[in-house]
């Protein structure tokens, strides 16, 4: 049973609207969680890299959030544009090892 | 600086024929992951190598897979005798080396496999 869960699976908005990405996982103990964009084509980016202890990172448009209590993660994508378009992976590892558990990834489609 | 390459960035071969997927590095990185990534699934880890450690192959699917690392930088991932189940995107990526759960892993842009 996959222990990362994203959803949704798709999602389609317009050009400069906002969208908002989740991420459920049951992995435990917990280390870290990440985001990864992943354009066609092309190898899987990183985002945003958050400890257990971190409620929220930022990179520029990006926002993710997570409450390890719940085991929920979401990437927040603010005044959206064409560029992000892509697949976005959630990844939580746990704190030995070099195992990363991956979500399938939801794949957004921004048109204008 | 260079990222992580792989070659060939494409490849179709029959059923039966064996496959040699080539990753890499970038400079300096210890650690190298190869990943498989088919339809509509997330990636699935398949041998893990760490400096001059043993590499990890717990998970490669079947025998017919198989990875060197020589010199500590250059990475091969052979598929012997490929299956048409064996098609799919095969990713490559580095990290320093350093507390692995805590590294980002920098990817090359894949290797998209067809089987016919």
């Known amino acids: 049973k996959n222990q990362v869960e994203q959803s949704p699976q798709s999602l389609i908005i317009l050009e400069g609207k906002n969208c908002t990405l989740q991420c459920n996982y049951t992995v435990s103990p917990f280390s870290n969680l990440r985001w990864y964009k992943q354009d066609t084509g092309r190898g899987p980016v990183s985002l945003t890299i958050?400890?257990?202890?971190?409620n929220t990172k930022s990179n520029g448009r990006y926002t993710a959030t997570l409450d390890a209590d719940t085991k929920q993660s979401s990437l927040h994508i603010t005044a959206s544009q064409l560029s992000d378009s892509a697949s976005y992976i959630c990844v939580v590892s746990a704190p030995s090892g070099y195992a990363l558990n991956f979500g399938k990834g939801t794949s957004l489609l921004v048109t204008p | 600086g260079a990222g992580v390459s792989q070659s060939p960035s494409n490849k179709v071969t029959e059923k039966g024929k064996d496959v040699e997927l080539r990753c890499d590095p970038i400079s300096g990185h210890t650690a190298l992951y190869w990943y498989r990534q088919s339809l509509g699934q997330g990636l699935e880890f398949l041998i893990y190598?760490?400096?001059?450690?043993?590499?990890?192959k717990s998970g490669l699917p079947s025998d017919r897979f198989s990875a060197e690392r020589t010199g500590g930088s250059v990475s091969t991932l052979t598929i012997q005798r490929t299956q048409q189940e064996d098609s799919a995107v095969y990713l490559c990526?580095?990290?320093?080396?350093?507390?692995?759960?805590?590294?980002?892993?920098?990817f090359g842009p894949g290797t998209r496999l067809l089987v016919l």
């Open positions: 190598f760490q400096g001059n450690s043993a590499p990890d």
């Open positions: 990526a580095s990290s320093l080396g350093g507390l692995a759960v805590q590294e980002t892993q920098y």
């Open positions: 958050m400890t257990f202890s971190e």
